[in-house]
């Protein structure tokens, strides 16, 4: 039996008197992209910066390809890439300087960094403007930078937290492309996204997590088989309990468009 390369058994993140992500259990499988789901809050970033060691857990565990993230940083960080909730650039270098220091980083060798990096600045139609300053960069640029920087090292795991925010239509579709090359050659893919298009047409399988604890979890169908083929969007509504949010959000537009009139 395969080992998963993501394995995340009660992972657990306290801030005072907060907990922010409850003791949660989950596994990614090579060739799976694995959506997680939530509202607001929910704790989708907090788990997911565990797990790239930007956090340490209270308690818990997480092994990527086997490896500790807290007893074997560094080795399992080589495993990944990750692309933030905001992009986290320096301003002061161009794309071209930014993602030499990422193939340093990660020891690759001269040439080819020198040929992923064209490859991806063509792919990303970021070359007309690799020469320019990232602090110049609109918001969607710098997305794909941080893309670029993800995928230079061709990774085994991925860690994409809202990566199409900022993109435009044929970027977004690129980027679902080349996640599903990425899983087809083998590696895994856990994506956070509050576009349930995106979740329902791309994911594998999805969790939903809802106040730190896993809410539900399965493949889509699965999900919607439990309220009678129900959407993605109103299973998430209803194990969220947004959906009585938005029953009263109509009552109040309705009041409110009534009284206009």
Known sequence: MSVPLIDVSRLLKRFDKTVAVDSISFSVEAGEIFGFLGPNGAGKTTTIKMLTGLLRPTSGRALLGGLDIV??????????????????????????EFLNFVGDVYGLDVGRKRSRIAELLELFELRANDGELLEAYS????????????????????????PTVGLDPKSARLLKDILRAVTRAGCAVMMSTHIMEIAQTLCDRVAIINRGSIAAMGTVQELRNLQGDATLEDVFLNVTGGAADAAAADVRLTNFVAGKR
Not at 73 to 88: C, H, I, Q, S, T
Not at 139 to 162: N, S
């Open 71 to 96: 007893r074997r940083p560094e080795a399992a960080k080589r495993l990944f890439g990750y692309v933030p909730d905001e992009p986290n650039l320096y301003p002061k270098l161009t794309a071209v």
């Open 139 to 162: 918001h969607g640029m710098k997305q794909k930078v941080a893309l670029c920087a993800a995928l230079l090292h061709e990774p085994r795991i991925y860690f994409l937290d809202e």
